[in-house]
């Protein structure tokens, strides 16, 4: 995060909205929590508002935990949006395949970062690994990248010192004519190729994080 990032964060309001929305998960929690212990049994109907009550609130909570600090709390936004997406619509299609496509596009504003952050995941998972080794798969940005995510997972990246978040989309899709041997028909010098799934899209989550 930048100065500016920070700057425009960690404001008053943004702090009595994030203890608004802590109090309201805690007082959720309890709720919930008292009236199972204090039950001998709940039914599903019951139990699922009940929780829904409280996933809600642990979604604002991470909401106005982002708005404060830049990163996100305990719920992810994207799995809440996903939860609450109505897909009756698509109950009856004979789902066997689907293909999830991904983009996420970041300004590089350190490279020295970059590397370093690679370079530390990579001795994570080899830590013997040679000077010639390090520089082979992390000395550059590509393999930096990689070793951060085959580490901690791609969405860890947005986190890494050095790269800055710009936006992103995921696209739930049911492709049309699946061929299972699709991959060998992946050109890897063409950076589309292989990323452009026909068929009906199920759902899409735009994100723009920055500029």
Same mark, same amino acid.
């Given at each position: 995060?930048?100065?500016?990032?920070?700057?425009?964060? !960690?404001?008053?309001?943004?702090?009595?909205?994030?203890? %608004?929305?802590?109090?309201?998960?805690?007082?959720?929690?309890? /709720?919930?929590?008292?009236?199972?212990? %204090?039950?001998?049994?709940?039914?599903?109907?019951?139990?699922?508002?009940?929780?829904?009550?409280?996933? @809600?609130?642990?979604?604002?909570?991470?909401?106005?935990?982002?708005?404060?600090? @830049?990163?996100?709390?305990?719920?992810?936004? !994207?799995?809440?949006?996903?939860?609450?997406?109505?897909?009756? /619509?698509? +109950?009856?299609?004979?789902?066997?395949?689907?293909?999830?496509?991904?983009?996420?596009?970041?300004?590089?504003?350190?490279?020295?970062?970059?590397?370093? %952050?690679?370079?530390?995941?990579?001795?994570?998972?080899?830590?013997?690994?040679? +000077?010639?080794?390090?520089?082979?798969?992390?000395?550059?940005?590509?393999?930096?990248?990689?070793?951060?995510?085959?580490?901690?997972?791609?969405?860890?990246?947005?986190?890494?010192?050095?790269?800055? %978040?710009?936006?992103?989309?995921?696209?739930?899709?049911?492709?049309?004519?699946?061929?299972?041997?699709?991959?060998?028909?992946?050109?890897?010098?063409?950076?589309?190729?292989?990323?452009?799934?026909?068929?009906?899209?199920?759902?899409? /989550?735009?994100?723009?994080? @920055?500029?």
């Amino acid at each position: 995060m930048t100065d500016d990032d920070a700057r425009e964060r !960690w404001t008053q309001s943004a702090r009595d909205d994030f203890r %608004a929305s802590r109090d309201a998960l805690l007082l959720a929690i309890l /709720q919930e929590s008292d009236a199972i212990l %204090a039950a001998s049994s709940m039914s599903e109907d019951v139990l699922e508002r009940s929780t829904d009550v409280v996933h @809600g609130a642990a979604v604002r909570y991470s909401e106005s935990h982002y708005e404060l600090t @830049g990163e996100y709390g305990i719920v992810s936004v !994207w799995d809440a949006e996903i939860d609450e997406f109505d897909d009756d /619509q698509n +109950d009856d299609l004979p789902l066997e395949v689907i293909s999830i496509v991904m983009r996420s596009d970041y300004r590089i504003e350190s490279v020295e970062a970059v590397l370093a %952050a690679g370079r530390s995941s990579w001795l994570k998972d080899y830590p013997h690994a040679s +000077d010639d080794e390090l520089a082979s798969h992390v000395g550059h940005i590509g393999g930096s990248l990689y070793a951060v995510a085959h580490h901690d997972g791609w969405e860890k990246l947005e986190r890494v010192d050095g790269i800055r %978040a710009l936006g992103g989309i995921v696209k739930v899709v049911s492709p049309t004519d699946y061929e299972p041997g699709w991959l060998d028909g992946v050109d890897w010098n063409v950076p589309a190729s292989g990323l452009d799934v026909l068929g009906e899209i199920l759902y899409s /989550q735009p994100d723009r994080w @920055g500029a």
